[in-house]
């Protein structure tokens, strides 16, 4: 009987130790679609600061309708503005990557060491951006809702009926609503139970369940404590005096909206630095640009027969 640990023919681990690996450039898990960022509509900013004027009294703005072939004294008015309007001020996310050269001139093939380096950096920065204009205590979505557009849950779970209050409050061109997976899938279950499976549309290539026509867009970056977490209708762009964010442009090493790379030099013990920063923030131009619903429960779930 042959011996089975004798080779006839040159075997795998030898073999290759002659064969190019094909590699892939690393990955990293916490990286995601920031659909909000993607959602929004940017302004440049001068100077880092972004003034949001309001009109004092909408309703003291007099006007008529006249009435055919009755005189009447039209009325004089003037349309007042806030004497102290907010002024949003750009915050900044940034980190200092540092590099070996030895590191980068010995191992920068196929893939560029000081290239990976930055670009999983950049999307760490980019993903904490996101974060910030979700939760950040000055400016963040979460805590820039008016009482007036604060709603709960009648019972716990986000149902269709909870959905379509939320709609009556940003009644005026609702863009998106911006929610945890897990909020989106127990509004999915709400929906199947009652059969209506709400439909899904496709943008930026990918697919969104929708309510009413409007998106529920997923973001991890909105908490959730427990069983329970929040979901957001916003409304966007300056033109519908929604939400949109704020950028400062044209920094030195721009690489994109924002965004800043530039080397710092090399230290004695030949260390590259490379400075990171990016800088945003996020404004409300109105108060019914933004409605959250609250208190959403996220594990209700039904038993079919």
């Known amino acids: 009987m042959a011996d089975p640990t004798i080779h006839t023919a040159l075997g795998d681990v030898a073999a290759r130790q002659l064969a190019n690996a094909t590699k892939s450039v690393p990955m990293m898990s916490t990286i995601t679609p920031r659909w909000l960022v993607h959602f929004l509509q940017w302004l440049p900013v001068e100077a880092g600061i972004y003034r949001r004027n309001r009109v004092k009294d909408p309703a003291a ?14 009325p004089q008015t003037y349309v007042d503005y806030e004497e102290n309007p907010r002024e949003y001020f750009l915050s900044a996310v940034n980190t200092v990557v540092e590099v070996s050269t ?15 380096q930055l670009r999983l950096s950049i999307e760490t920065v980019k993903e904490k951006q996101e974060s910030e204009l979700i939760n950040n205590a000055e400016y963040g979505l979460l805590n ?17 009926d909870d959905l379509d209050e939320l709609i009556s409050r940003v009644w005026k061109e609702p863009g998106f609503f911006l929610a945890h ?37 997923p973001t991890d970056k909105i908490g959730t404590e427990g069983n329970k977490t929040s979901l957001l209708l916003i409304r966007t762009g300056e033109a519908r005096q929604g939400v949109v964010g704020l950028y400062q ?21 030949a260390i590259a630095s490379y400075l990171v920063s990016l800088y945003s923030s996020l404004a409300v131009l109105t108060d019914d640009a933004l409605g959250i ?7 209700h779930y039904h038993v079919y027969d």
């Not at 965004?259 to 090399?266: A, D, E, N, W």
């Open 249 to 269: 442009p044209g920094l030195p090493g721009e690489q994109s909206m924002g965004l800043s790379v530039r080397f710092m030099g090399i230290n004695p013990k």
């Open 181 to 217: 997976p897990k909020a989106i899938a127990a509004f999915g279950r709400e929906c199947t139970q009652r059969g209506v499976p709400p439909p899904t549309i496709t943008m930026f290539g990918s697919p969104f369940l929708t309510w009413r026509g409007i998106p529920l867009v």
């Open 102 to 116: 030895r590191i980068s001139d010995l191992y920068s093939v196929p893939h560029n060491q000081i290239a990976e």
């Open 144 to 160: 820039n809702v008016a009482p007036s557009m604060r709603l709960s849950t009648r019972s716990g779970p986000p149902t269709p």
């Open 61 to 74: 703005v007099a006007v008529d309708c006249s009435v055919r072939d009755e005189e009447r004294t039209l």
């Open 293 to 299: 619903l609250e208190n959403v429960t996220l594990d």
